[in-house]
């Protein structure tokens, strides 16, 4: 049989446990940003908290007061947001920690296929509670008048700001993660070159 060089995707490849690995340092550094964003929104907003004490009505000259706290669990959307974000941020570490210390050979095909498919599930969970939040930011920020539902963000301002903050974070881990997506996606249509030798 001749020797010869053929071009296959890389879905279809074997590993190539001779080749030694080599480091995407444009991908692993941006994962490392992702995560250390993901990571920040999920500290802050499971941290968020802001008590405060609020005149409630009067008994004649004496005022009644009520100690009310605003905390993240409260609120079901931010639970989500703390638990997608905090997802995102395993799963980054997870592959940096993989990628830094895992075999030192280039393996393609089936792994990378899997590395993709976690890298948009991630996304999409994060997408979906950064939207979550926001929706209820909204609402805390502006309340609904068609629903008399009144905002807080007068009252618990501190909270409201952390919040704040801890969605920009979110949102831009969002975008550092729909990058990697669409770099893991070409990395695994990339054709690769794979030497097959007769015996």
Known sequence: MASGNEEELGFNAVP???KPKHHDWVLLSLRVVAFLATASATLVMAFNKQTKT?????NGNTPITATLSAKYNQTPAF?????????????????IALDLLGPQYDYKGLRLALIAILDMMTMALASAGDG?????SELGRNGNSHARWDKICDKFGSYCDRGGAALI???IGFILLFIITVMSIVKLLKPHRINHASP
């Open 169 to 171: 974070v979110s949102f």
């Open 79 to 95: 639970v989500f947001f703390v638990m997608a974000n905090g997802n995102a941020s395993l799963h980054n570490l997870v592959m």
């Open 54 to 58: 609020l005149v409630v009505g009067t």
């Open 132 to 136: 979550a939040a926001t929706f209820m």
């Open 16 to 18: 190539d446990e001779t």
